[in-house]
């Protein structure tokens, strides 16, 4: 079966723009979190995402945003962009209690 | 309490040698315990999980340990090989949410 699936793959923006980043997570998986990795971190929470309710939300500021759609489908939005959001932003998708967690392959944003 | 410490944030061993990574956490309630190997511009994966009602699991040359008294699991790896060097990061679901807390990594490098 297909994996988790995060488009782009890479993005170049500007301070200050905003940007949406997508998610597609594995058939049946109802479940979708965000995470941010940059380097020499490790996994930074974001937010998590079940039937189309955000259910828990990381320590981000409000710039920060997401939702889910009816097909499970997510995106991630970013707004007024700075130079630290640049980072490796990982979409996952579970079953139900962090059983069977993948990931995608992850957008990679740079932020100039 | 949501927080997964993980010991050590580097580690070199010789190839052949045995490695082990441990991570101890706070939400008594957790059930479920993985462990994910990230290669370097790769996804996270997941390469072994334990649930709470084991204290161990094998899978040829990694295994997991659970002390769900002292809170704590371990990651072993036995005849370490050079395609064994990455950052492995314990996780850990916190109780009724489908969101993984993960360890702040492990980066081993095994040296031929």
């Known amino acids: 079966k297909a994996g988790v699936t995060q488009t782009p793959r890479y993005l170049i923006k500007t301070r200050g723009q905003q940007v949406t980043l997508s998610c597609s997570p594995i058939?049946?998986?109802?479940?979708v979190s965000w995470y941010q990795q940059t380097p020499g971190q490790g996994l930074q929470f974001l937010f998590e995402y079940f039937s189309e309710t955000q259910r828990n939300k990381g320590n981000f500021p409000g710039r920060f945003s997401g939702r889910q759609f009816s097909n499970s489908r997510s995106e991630m939005n970013v707004s007024t962009l700075e130079l630290g959001d640049s980072a490796l932003y990982l979409c996952?998708?579970?079953?139900?209690?962090?059983?069977?967690?993948?990931f995608g392959s992850g957008t990679r944003l740079t932020v100039v | 309490g949501e927080n997964v410490e993980q010991h050590p944030s580097t580690l070199s061993v010789q190839e052949g040698d045995s490695a082990v990574i441990k991570c101890t956490y706070s939400d008594s309630a957790s059930n479920y315990f993985p462990w994910y190997k990230q290669e370097l511009g790769k996804r996270p994966q997941l390469i072994i999980d334990?649930?709470?009602?084991?204290g161990e699991k094998k899978d040829q040359r990694i295994a997991v340990t659970l002390n769900k008294t002292a809170k704590h699991f371990s990651l072993h790896i036995t005849e370490t090989q050079p395609e064994d060097s990455a950052v492995y990061f314990c996780a850990q679901p916190p109780a009724n949410t489908d969101k993984l807390i993960f360890g702040t990594g492990t980066r081993l490098q095994v040296f031929p």
């Open positions: 996952a998708s579970s079953l139900a209690n962090g059983y069977g967690y993948t």
């Open positions: 058939s049946g998986h109802r479940s």
């Open positions: 334990i649930r709470s009602n084991v």
